[in-house]
């Protein structure tokens, strides 16, 4: 069975645009994101899933924007988010007048949304967006402990990222002219792998990256094998969010199958905070992580030019509290899409 | 990747980052031994106007007041942090369970968010507190008739 | 010496009580809820059988303020109401007992919710 998708004809990633709280503004990447909430987080909202919703508000209302484009000219919306029955995407996204897809694949959910834009885009559509969210403090309420609650973090824990990023992807080049658009480099959709529910027998829920490194190497293997490429061709690939476990297991896993990465892998919840100053033990997590730093880092790494061919691998591990609780392990999923770079 | 899941649990567990136990054992000795200390020095003080019983159930009523306090105003996680089951174990951990679990369902209203979820993580302990007694009540008056 | 000895055997004993359940955390994943309620019941037992009273006698609240204070104060709540009403005492007795620590903490818990709103983590 062919695994590998080209996509028929470009997609290109016309605008995106990043919100995070402060942990992120304070990270290594802090400078690079398009919008930075208040300073307590909370978006000027009463509750916790407000404050996401409004953050997907807010990152697609900015896309569009840099886009020079309406809701209205959009053909669909792809989101989703950490909360139950996406309702950070459905709440979030309600005041635009577009067709919506509510999407879940934990933090893999911007590479799901990514995929999907592109494969509508270059068949029955022309233009759709993807958006993803998760906020600290309502992934903590959802799946850990209340805020205040006075506990101790496991070291393979991870951290959810305050953030939403949204992307608007189309098909048709002239757009491009419309947006003000000064002859940089354009990232293009142009391959694409949809990732398998693999469960590796990870009870931890402290432990993700372990539950979804075997995913992403399966993912890349599948790749790998089918598309002819070595990992020299790339300038980077980058998984969303194995932290510091599941990265360094990513490269166990893909080594022993004669697939070395390590010389181009990035990890975005490795590179969205300062591990040695700011206490995140293993690293960024959540559908914020990967969709932010593919904002702030990658894409904005191909249109300065330092970045012309890359594989995005969306990593997430579909973690449910009641199955967790009823003894079951937790299966992981990664998805990729290939980014090149392109002159339009 | 051939690897079964037995086999591969086994390898991310031991891999895995183990917990700073022996800075995190010195810090719950440290702190938990504060606060009985304290505890300690409010006993004391309170019996001398109240009976040791009541002296002791005063010191208790302080100190989940504080930590209800320090919880509200959102210090108490930032020690808890460090200090572990030096703020845990100490009847500070119980009040700051029941009012986090209380602050943290004000969204949902006060009757089936505050009023229910209160008892999130406190429920169990009073529980089987209570239970372990019930049990140890019949043993216990089983017992008492036997030696008659 | 004698003014401060109390003091220090508090803070010895009620600190090794934080440490044994540090060390099931950080050894045996047993999560926070699962070692209060182990701490509570462990209290209850040992209460009963009575060796906790001689560490009370010599720890003070080094032994009362952990929750295996608590704990104890069920037990002996319980026997108590046994020993003055027969059998009734055992649905009695240890709610009784606790009853200012648990309607301080829900009290005190809901007055908090009252009050304040809930932070982002640090």
Known sequence: MENLIRIPKPVYILSSASVVGQHEKNGPLGEYFDIVGDKDDTFGCDTWEKSESEMQRLALSRALNYACMKDTDLEAILAGDLLNQCAGSSYGLVSFETPFLGLFGACSTAAEALLLSSLLCSSHMTRCAAVSSSHNASAERQFRYPLEYGGQRAPTAQWTVTGSAAFISTSCKDDFAQAAHNGEPVPVITEAVIGKSIDAGITDANNMGAAMAPAAADTLLRYFRESGMQPSDFDIIMTGDLGFEGSSILCDLTATEGLDISAVHCDGGLIIYNRETQDKHAGGSGCGCSAVVLAAQALRGIRTGQIANMLFIGTGALMNPTAIQQGASIPGIAHLIRITADIV | MQMDKNSYKKYADARAKKSPCAKNCVCAFLFGGLICAIAQGLKELYMTFLKEDDAGTLVSVTLIFIAALLTGVGIFDRIAKHAGAGTLVPITGFSNAVASSALDAKGEGFVLGVGAKIFTIAGPVILYGITAGAIYGVIYYIVTLIMK | MDIILPYLWAFIIGGLLCVIAQILIDKTKLTPARILVSYVVAGVI???????????????????????????????????????????????GGITAAAAGIAAALIFGLLVAICFRDKRKQ
């Open chain 3, 46 to 92: 040992l209460g009963g059988c009575g060796i906790y009273k001689y560490l009370i006698d010599f720890a003070g609240a080094g032994a009362t303020t952990p929750l295996t204070g608590f704990g104890y104060l069920i037990a002996k709540g319980i026997r108590e109401e046994v020993e003055k009403n027969g059998l009734m005492g055992v649905l009695t």
